[in-house]
């Protein structure tokens, strides 16, 4: 099921919603104190993982393309080697998202769905840093780097598991009454 | 034409400038006018992550020893070659990064129906900032977004159009087309004096 309005100005618009709420939260990350330097929550893929189960599949592909064009123009990074990064990442889990909440989500929860889309934007971005960064010592630093990802995906999915759960505005949503 | 226009020509035509600098010192010099360059307009710069790229980048480079060897740690080298090759790369990075950052200064917008999606979501981000602000309390931190989601959706039925206003463009003074010209130069000359060897050669 995806968002009941079958307006193509209001679903364009909700992308577009989506997007802002992710620049938003990748805001109120950047404000919180990290325990290891490199250890993000990935807050700003909460509208992701929330929008798999409203929007269709070009909308999704749609707004992850919003979320990295918005994020580079606010940090100032979309013309520098970072923005390859965020491609490569937020392209790879977008797509594995997808497909385990689409065919598999019957037994997985959004905690496995995040945890999928974690793995996937890390392995492409440590495969990328083996070309731009590191060379052969890139899997060096994947060990720390896949486990810490994969503890901050179970935070976020956990997140996004009590926000679908307990939010009135994705209730809202989803039964048509917005 | 638009400042943001000039900003982003001037970055596109420094690329090569960067990409292609051989020399060690020349590129030190490059990443350093290019932070300057950013700071000067407003970005802000931040040593660790830069010292963080540098010292990471560098020592993964020490994995393939090249070049005189400095001293070694049990079995494992140090060498010259291997030190200035990361930390020129780890320099070229860090100068890409602030040009970008110059590059986007002046917000530059992108054409057609992605140029209106991106304004429209800068449209929904700045709203959504402003309610943030009245929202208390702001715990639990779900709650609180939820709140924020339904005043955004209840107060968010203007048409379309005219939500998103373009901004007034900033045409672009002479004098700023010479500003950028001359940043121009003096990074394609440092590129140039790096390429000739002037540069001491480290």
Known sequence: ?178 | MKTANIRLAMGLLTLPAILLQKSFIGIILQALYVIVLAVSHGRRFRILPNLILLFSVSSAHLLQPHGLQLFSIGNFAITAGALVLGARKAFTLIALLYLSHYMVTARPNFPGKLGKLISLQFYYFERITTIWRTITPKRPFIKAIDNMLLQLSVGGKEPFSTQVKEKASVTSSARNIGKNTLHLIILWTLFVLGNLAIFPVI
């Open chain 1, 1 to 178: 099921m995806t968002y009941p309005s079958s307006s193509p100005k209001v679903r364009i618009e909700f992308v577009a919603l989506l997007a802002a709420c992710a620049l938003f939260l990748s805001t109120v990350e950047y404000l919180i104190p990290k325990p290891v330097p490199f250890m993000r929550i990935g807050l700003a893929n909460l509208p992701l993982i929330i929008g798999l189960g409203l929007l269709t599949k070009r909308e999704y592909i749609l707004l992850a393309l919003l979320k990295v064009l918005g994020q580079g123009l606010i940090t100032g990074t979309i013309f520098s080697y970072i923005i390859l990064f965020s491609i490569a990442g937020t392209f790879a889990s977008t797509l594995l998202m997808y497909i385990v909440y689409r065919f598999f989500k019957q037994w997985v929860s959004l905690i496995g769905v995040s945890i999928a889309g974690a793995m996937a934007s890390n392995v492409a971005q440590l495969t990328l840093s083996q070309y731009l960064l590191f060379g052969a010592a890139a899997k060096l630093i994947a060990p720390p780097f896949l486990v810490v990802g994969l503890i901050s995906s179970i935070i976020l999915g956990v997140f996004a598991q009590q926000f679908e759960q307990n939010s009135a505005w994705y209730r809202s949503l989803r039964e048509g009454s917005l």
